[in-house]
């Protein structure tokens, strides 16, 4: 069932919020959080989670667009009066108001977007994993939601050159990311377990493989147990 159906599903289906577990990732930006997260959605056949594709479609939401640019001006904008996602990233990044302004309209919506998926996928299956790629997900308390975090330790060069290839950054705006985050030593030291990721898929793969016996073993909750407050 894709995205868009779960979300349709729940608006019509009052949750009832039966147990299951909840599993985050962690790590620096660049890191290999995603990897981890599906290699272990495949071990556990959990339900991946992930917050920037929930972003990605807010932006696609014309209510949500004409909210930032209230918020922020046309300068965030194209020629044709579109949203230009790239002009919007280097003002949040430049501008701390902007940001704020930003996350105040991003961050409900998602939340309340997660609320809805996992209410939803809970009531339909029975011995439910879910695994949550949220990127701030210690920044927005969404930690709470968890049973047990992973921590994906990768080395700041490694990090640095896979997300500068991949989004088309310079080493100074994944720095400027880096730093709005937090420290790489405070979200380490909140993990249940790390993971090396310096070298290859298959030993990072033999890695979660290790870790599945523990992964299993966690205990059930409810979603109202351990919603966060704010």
């Known amino acids: ?3 868009g ?7 019509t289906t009052p949750p009832q919020h039966p147990n299951f577990v909840s599993i985050g990732v962690s790590g620096g930006i660049g890191s290999g959080k995603s990897t981890v997260a599906r290699e272990i959605c ?5 339900q991946h989670i992930n917050a920037d594709d929930i972003v990605s479609e807010l932006l696609q ?11 922020l001006g046309q300068e965030v904008c194209d020629e044709m009066g579109a949203l230009n996602r790239t002009q919007l990233g280097s003002m949040v990044f430049r501008d701390e108001s902007s940001r704020l302004l930003l996350e105040q309209i991003l961050h409900p919506k998602v939340r309340e977007i997660i609320f809805a998926e996992i209410s939803f996928l ?3 299956q029975p011995n439910l994993v879910v695994m949550l790629d949220i990127p701030l ?3 927005g308390g969404l930690d709470k939601l968890c049973d047990f975090v992973i921590f994906v330790d990768t080395p700041e060069e490694q990090r640095s050159a896979r997300a500068c290839e991949r989004h088309g950054w310079s080493i100074d705006h994944w720095q400027a990311r880096e730093k709005m985050q937090m420290p790489i030593a405070s ?8 993971l090396c990721n310096d070298s290859s898929l298959s030993a990072l793969r033999e890695q979660v493989e290790l870790l599945v ?3 299993k073993s966690l205990t059930p909750r409810t979603l109202s147990s351990r919603w966060p407050e704010n």
């Open 1 to 3: 069932m894709g995205q």
């Open 5 to 11: 159906t779960i979300r349709e599903a729940f608006m």
């Open 42 to 46: 495949v071990s556990l056949n959990a």
């Open 61 to 71: 939401r014309e209510r949500v667009v004409n909210e930032i640019v209230s918020a």
């Open 122 to 124: 809970a009531e339909q």
């Open 137 to 139: 997900l210690h920044e």
């Open 187 to 194: 979200k380490k030291s909140l993990a249940d377990a790390i």
């Open 213 to 215: 016996p523990r992964l």
